[in-house]
Structures are given as C-alpha cells and as structure tokens.
C-alpha cells in the first residue's frame, strides 16, 4: 500500500507541475490537498512518509478521528465537506483550515469558537455558482456578504473562496466553472476587497484538478488519484 501511494503521489504532483508550467505559474504556489476522507489513518501515514503535508476530510466527525491518531505527526487538516453549525464548535480547533464556509452565521460560530479555542482557522467561502439544489454553498451575493463580515473577525481569518461545480468527468467541461470562480474573485479585487481576504482559490479534483490549476486554483483537493477509489460503508 505505501508504495502504490508514493507513486500515485508523485505522479499527481508531477501533473500538478506540469499543468502550472502551462499557464506560466510557480508551481509551488499551488497546495496539494490530500483527501483522506473513508482512508485509514495508516493510508494517511504513507502518504505523509512520502512528503505529503495537507491531508483533507469531508465529515468533521471521522476527521477528528483520524486527527487524533495521526497526533504524533505534523499534518494540516482541512474540512473540505458540508459544516453544519452545530459542529462549528468542533471544527474550529482541530482544523487549520475550513473550506465550506456558506453563511454569516457559521463564519461568526467558527470564529467565536476559534476564539475560545486559542485557534486560528483560515476560512474558505464556498461558492454555489451553478445553484443546484443538491449542492451546498452561497449564492454569489451572500458569498460577498461572507467576505465583508470577514473583516471583523476577532480570531479566523477568511483568505478565499471554494468551488465544486456540477460534476463532469470532462474537464472541459468543468473548467468554464473554474474560470467564473476566478473572474468573480477579480471582479471583487476590482471593488476594493482586500486581497489577503481572495488569496486562495480551493478548486480541482481528481479528474480536473489540472484545467483548475491552469485557470488559476491555489488548493487543489484530490482523494482518488492519491488513494484509489472509495467503498462507502455508510451512506452519506
Ligand atoms: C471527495 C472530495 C474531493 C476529492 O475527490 P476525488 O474525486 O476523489 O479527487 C474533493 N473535494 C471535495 C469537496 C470532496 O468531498
């Protein structure tokens, strides 16, 4: 297993490199976020024996498990999945960084509790461009609200926004998506939001993480190119 997981890493990061170059961008610019989400803590450890630092979870619960037994180890741990408020608790201290942030409301419960916590999360608003109704996320209008009540947070910081578009297996087909992420990111740098407030894109995933670095992604998010693919035991 540790072996399949060093190659599979190498081989994401040095797409990863290559689609950067294309688009003339550093590629060290650009973090590569390990899904871990249904792996064992032992998956984490390879991949964290082969140079992996971001590891990302979908549910807060199996995320602070595996947190607490990978403890020996330095890791940064991303939520990357829907947060529901009564988990923003929880959330704020075990996670450096929360991807799914889609209300005014959960920006004032994570920070609060980052607060208490001592925590300094870095908060990500997610974006819903395509408004399905299965999909999580805020409307483009409420996501700039987001942004402005971020600048009066006493302990997190808001530093981007997140994107899942409408699922495709064609990257091209998803890139439109990443491209209006990026242009709607601009058009608010053009009003006179503060950059560090836009710094992270967080889009891309196993099969278009490399249209997504091309049109700009700073945080890629990718489970299965790394670990192979997921059996679910419980639903969703
Ligand atoms: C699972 C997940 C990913 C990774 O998906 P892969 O297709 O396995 O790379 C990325 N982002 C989010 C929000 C996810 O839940």
Same mark, same amino acid.
């Given at each position: 297993m540790d072996a399949t997981i060093a190659t599979s890493l190498q081989s994401v990061r040095s797409r990863l490199d290559a689609a950067a170059r294309r688009a003339s961008r550093?590629?060290?610019t650009i973090r590569l976020i390990? #899904?871990?989400?249904?792996?064992s803590a032992d998956h984490v450890r390879a991949a964290h024996a082969a140079g992996q630092a971001d590891f990302g979870e979908n549910k807060v619960q199996e995320g602070l498990q595996k947190i607490g037994d990978t403890a020996d180890i330095k890791i940064r741990w991303h939520l990357i999945g829907h947060l529901q408020s009564n988990k923003a608790r929880k959330a704020a201290g075990a996670?450096?960084?929360?991807?799914? #942030?889609?209300s005014v409301e959960l920006l004032r419960k994570l920070d609060t509790a980052a607060a208490d916590a001592g925590a300094a999360p870095e908060l990500l608003v997610q974006v819903?461009?395509?408004? /399905? /109704?299965t999909k999580f996320g805020a409307a483009a209008d409420e996501a700039r609200r987001i942004l402005d009540a971020?600048?009066?947070?006493?302990?997190?910081? #808001?530093?981007g926004l997140m994107l899942i578009p409408p699922?495709? /297996?064609d990257q091209e087909q998803t890139r439109p998506w990443f491209v209006r992420l990026r242009d709607l990111r601009d058009s608010w740098l053009a009003e006179g939001a503060p950059p560090s407030s836009l710094a992270q894109l967080s889009m891309g995933m196993s099969h278009d993480f490399e249209a997504a670095v091309e049109e700009g992604a700073t945080m890629i998010r990718v489970g299965t190119a790394i670990f192979g693919t997921r059996t679910y035991h419980t639903t969703a």
């Amino acid at each position: 297993m540790d072996a399949t997981i060093a190659t599979s890493l190498q081989s994401v990061r040095s797409r990863l490199d290559a689609a950067a170059r294309r688009a003339s961008r550093d590629p060290s610019t650009i973090r590569l976020i390990a #899904v871990s989400k249904t792996f064992s803590a032992d998956h984490v450890r390879a991949a964290h024996a082969a140079g992996q630092a971001d590891f990302g979870e979908n549910k807060v619960q199996e995320g602070l498990q595996k947190i607490g037994d990978t403890a020996d180890i330095k890791i940064r741990w991303h939520l990357i999945g829907h947060l529901q408020s009564n988990k923003a608790r929880k959330a704020a201290g075990a996670f450096a960084c929360i991807h799914s #942030v889609d209300s005014v409301e959960l920006l004032r419960k994570l920070d609060t509790a980052a607060a208490d916590a001592g925590a300094a999360p870095e908060l990500l608003v997610q974006v819903d461009l395509a408004r /399905e /109704e299965t999909k999580f996320g805020a409307a483009a209008d409420e996501a700039r609200r987001i942004l402005d009540a971020g600048l009066t947070l006493r302990a997190a910081r #808001v530093t981007g926004l997140m994107l899942i578009p409408p699922w495709n /297996e064609d990257q091209e087909q998803t890139r439109p998506w990443f491209v209006r992420l990026r242009d709607l990111r601009d058009s608010w740098l053009a009003e006179g939001a503060p950059p560090s407030s836009l710094a992270q894109l967080s889009m891309g995933m196993s099969h278009d993480f490399e249209a997504a670095v091309e049109e700009g992604a700073t945080m890629i998010r990718v489970g299965t190119a790394i670990f192979g693919t997921r059996t679910y035991h419980t639903t969703a």
